[in-house]
């Protein structure tokens, strides 16, 4: 999906925030999440290795919307996106990631 798609497919959505250090429960959780009809997850950075679960909940779950939040580091952006993320939430204003992956 690009921006355009991204920006209209949340629209009107309801994005679970998941914010859970241990990545077993945080994934649990998500697969809850997802088979209850929740599908668009925010997975933060307060997860450890949150760039894997990004990564594996992408490959379980190709129609579900997984962004990327508590991202407080250029690094930490790279990492969601090449790991699949499709939005990222940071207080953090990375410019040169923004136009090197055009978000």
Do not use: H, W
Request: charged fraction near 30%; include cysteine; glycine fraction near 4%.
């Amino acid at each position: 999906m690009n921006k355009i798609e991204i920006k209209e497919a949340l629209r009107g959505k309801l994005i679970a925030v998941v914010r859970q250090e241990n990545a077993e429960i945080a994934k649990l959780f998500c697969r809850t999440l997802i088979e209850s009809g929740i599908d668009v997850l925010e997975i933060t950075f307060s997860v450890d290795n949150a760039e894997k679960l990004i990564k594996e909940l992408r490959e379980e779950f190709p129609n579900a919307i997984i962004g990327a939040g508590t991202v407080l580091s250029e690094e930490q952006s790279k990492l969601a996106i090449e790991n699949g993320a499709q939005f990222i939430v940071s207080r953090e204003r990375c410019r040169n990631l923004i136009q090197a992956y055009n978000v």
